[in-house]
């Protein structure tokens, strides 16, 4: 990219155009983090535009543009070139390193450690990601979630989730979703993140969320548990004693 860059420059350059020091330096960061040509060429040939012109305010506009684009990245100090120089050549995945990787999953995101020879696991537990030594990666398709702030979810799930949330450790977390509890990550998204499946807690952060009125419901089940003794699990006492509108398959037999 760096060699791709400098033939743009020259392409400028070889028309008369001075492109000074400064915004050189300034095109070639902004093209090993962005690491797409058409963007590089695009910006390379904008600037030339307003140099030529003597619109110095023109150029800082684009400038500022270029570093707006720079960080609006996961992780600003990392692009998809040196990715691709890592040895991850999917586009599947936006780039981050071990700090930025840590303060994503903190917040939810599911991360994942990317090999050197191309390959991806599954996503990474704050343990995994601490003593993996490489580059990290999260999902093109959430990051732009991210950024839009507007998660695909289905709407009988979040559309009408207005309730008040309370907050659940992980372990907690665990123990109601096996009993049929909805847990909701803990984000800044405008809507609650449903928790989709038990590995997102098993390797996720160390709090969760859950409707208030659905942990007091679970609570008052464990309590209620102790005048079943035959009832042996928070999912069994949910299943027999709940009030949600769920079915069980029991087989009667005459003692």
């Given at each position: 990219?760096?060699?791709y860059?400098?033939?743009?420059?020259?392409?400028?350059?070889?028309?008369?155009?001075?492109?000074?020091?400064?915004?050189?330096?300034?095109?070639?960061?902004?093209?090993?983090l962005?690491?797409?040509?058409?963007?590089?060429?695009?910006?390379?040939?904008?600037?030339?535009?307003?140099?030529?012109?003597?619109?110095?305010?023109g150029?800082?506009?684009?400038?500022?543009?270029?570093?707006m684009?720079?960080?609006?990245?996961?992780?600003?100090?990392?692009?998809?070139?040196?990715?691709?120089?890592?040895?991850?050549?999917?586009?599947?995945?936006?780039?981050?390193?071990?700090?930025?990787?840590?303060d994503?999953?903190?917040?939810?995101?599911?991360?994942?450690?990317?090999?050197?020879?191309?390959?991806?696991?599954?996503?990474?537990?704050?343990?995994?990601?601490?003593?993996h030594?490489?580059?990290?990666?999260?999902?093109?398709?959430?990051?732009?979630?991210?950024?839009?702030?507007?998660?695909d979810?289905?709407?009988?799930?979040?559309?009408?989730?207005?309730?008040?949330?309370?907050?659940?450790?992980?372990?907690e977390?665990?123990?109601?979703?096996?009993?049929?509890?909805?847990?909701?990550?803990?984000?800044?998204?405008?809507?609650?993140?449903?928790?989709?499946?038990?590995?997102?807690?098993?390797?996720?952060?160390?709090?969760?969320?859950?409707?208030?009125?659905?942990?007091?419901?679970?609570?008052?089940?464990?309590?209620?548990?102790?005048?079943?003794?035959?009832?042996?699990?928070?999912?069994?006492a949910?299943?027999?004693?709940?009030t949600?509108?769920?079915?069980?398959?029991?087989?009667?037999?005459?003692?």
């Amino acid at each position: 990219m760096q060699e791709y860059t400098q033939e743009q420059i020259n392409q400028a350059e070889s028309r008369g155009i001075e492109i000074s020091t400064d915004v050189k330096e300034q095109l070639f960061e902004y093209a090993n983090l962005i690491g797409e040509k058409e963007k590089v060429r695009a910006l390379v040939r904008n600037l030339a535009d307003a140099v030529s012109q003597a619109d110095s305010e023109g150029v800082e506009d684009l400038l500022d543009d270029a570093r707006m684009d720079i960080q609006e990245l996961p992780d600003p100090t990392i692009g998809k070139l040196e990715l691709r120089d890592y040895g991850y050549m999917e586009e599947d995945m936006v780039p981050l390193r071990k700090e930025a990787a840590l303060d994503y999953h903190r917040m939810g995101s599911k991360i994942y450690r990317l090999g050197s020879a191309g390959s991806k696991g599954e996503y990474a537990s704050k343990e995994m990601i601490q003593a993996h030594d490489g580059l990290f990666g999260m999902e093109s398709q959430m990051w732009e979630r991210i950024k839009d702030n507007n998660l695909d979810y289905a709407e009988e799930n979040l559309g009408a989730f207005q309730e008040p949330m309370s907050v659940i450790e992980q372990e907690e977390a665990l123990k109601l979703y096996d009993a049929g509890a909805d847990i909701y990550l803990i984000t800044n998204f405008s809507s609650p993140m449903y928790v989709t499946e038990r590995m997102e807690i098993e390797r996720g952060p160390e709090h969760y969320q859950m409707s208030m009125t659905e942990l007091e419901r679970f609570r008052n089940l464990e309590w209620e548990m102790q005048k079943y003794p035959q009832i042996q699990s928070l999912k069994e006492a949910n299943l027999l004693l709940g009030t949600r509108r769920t079915f069980g398959i029991y087989q009667i037999r005459d003692d």
